[in-house]
């Protein structure tokens, strides 16, 4: 059941029978086609972009597009943000013309943007203040994920956001977990990424070593695969050509998940490690490493291409 607050009454709806007015905010690489799914469950979706042409994709596959977020969420039941970075998404809802302070009271706000954990309280706090329920729902999975519906939601906030949420996030995504509170859903996708960006540097390491002692590449695949140094890195997104046929490495490293958006969350875990006065000297280094790539050749390369720059430093 979704339960929607406005003008103070409750009214309870089951999913899918009823039709909830949707606010999506971010009509990018990923929200374009997550705001497309919520279309294509019959749900009336307002989107908003800065980009024309992400506003024209939108429209192509059935939804409305608004001239502004305030327009977009003066009538919303839900509204979906999904935007490049926390200064974006601070300003799109308490800046001028935020729309915490222009959606009806009980609002529930769902942020998918990946930020860092203060802006996210920060954020959360306000939205509490203004009277709204509001979630952080950041994703893993990537561009297939969202075009498939099959993203993975970490979500931080009260249970009753949670449980409101959990039925629009049910339509984007194949797996939904309430984190804990505000801030946990982003804290959780930071964790996450900073351990995935050190095992592929580990996994690269690997292979670069082998190559230089003469170990046929295919045969420490094999043997690792089934060894205590099996990782996803290796078995679901191997760096190098052959063993994963589905991975980047096959398709000349094109993204996939670009090295800028794994230094984003490498450069996110670090200033959270420095806040909370954690010690991430792995995660620290990781971080380094993806910017001497994204600064040599790296920046349009999926992330498991760092081990071109492994092979060159060695
Ligand atoms: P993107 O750059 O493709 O999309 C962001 C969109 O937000 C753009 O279309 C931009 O025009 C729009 N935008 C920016 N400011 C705006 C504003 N004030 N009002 C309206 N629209 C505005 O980025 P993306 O790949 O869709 O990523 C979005 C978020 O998802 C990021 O936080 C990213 O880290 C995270 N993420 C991305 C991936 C991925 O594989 N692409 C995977 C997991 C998480």
Same mark, same amino acid.
């Given at each position: %059941? ?23 905010? @971010? ?14 469950? @019959? ?6 972009? $800065? ?43 308490? @800046? ?71 039925? $629009? ?24 990424? %900073? ?86 000297? %792995? ?30 430093? @060695?």
């Amino acid at each position: %059941m979704f339960k929607i607050q406005m003008d103070d009454d409750f009214q309870e709806v089951a999913m899918g029978e009823t039709v909830l007015r949707v606010a999506f905010v @971010g009509l990018g690489n990923m929200g374009g086609p997550m705001a497309a799914n919520l279309v294509k469950a @019959g749900h009336e979706v307002v989107g908003v972009d $800065l980009s024309e042409e992400a506003r024209a994709a939108f429209q192509a596959v059935g939804g409305q597009v608004a001239t502004s977020a305030v327009e977009a969420v003066r009538e919303a039941q839900a509204v979906v943000t999904m935007l490049p970075a926390g200064k974006h998404v601070r300003s799109v809802y308490t @800046g001028e013309g935020g729309i915490l302070a222009h959606a009806p009271k009980g609002t529930l706000f769902i942020d998918s943007s990946t930020i860092d954990v203060d802006c996210s309280r920060e954020v959360a706090k306000a939205a509490s203040d203004a009277g709204m329920d509001m979630v952080d729902a950041p994703v893993s999975g990537g561009i297939v994920g969202a075009a498939n519906g099959t993203l993975t939601f970490m979500v931080g906030g009260p249970e009753g956001a949670f449980e409101r949420a959990k039925s $629009l996030l049910d339509i984007m995504g194949a797996s939904i977990v309430h984190a804990g509170e505000a801030g946990a859903g982003q804290a959780a996708k930071i964790c996450n990424n %900073m351990l995935l960006g050190i095992s592929m540097i580990g996994t690269c390491e690997a292979f670069v070593l082998a190559e230089k002692l003469g170990l046929d590449p295919q045969k420490l695949y094999d043997i690792s695969s089934k060894s205590s140094g099996q990782c996803w890195s290796l078995t679901s997104y191997c760096p190098i050509p052959g063993p994963v046929p589905t991975s980047p490495a096959n398709n000349d490293y094109t993204p996939g998940f670009a090295a800028p958006m794994m230094l984003k969350d490498l450069l996110l875990a670090e200033e959270a490690a420095d806040s909370s006065g954690a010690n991430t000297p %792995m995660g620290e280094k990781a971080a380094r490493l993806y910017e001497e790539y994204c600064n040599n050749g790296g920046e349009n390369v999926d992330f498991s291409g760092i081990i071109h720059l492994l092979r060159k430093s @060695g």
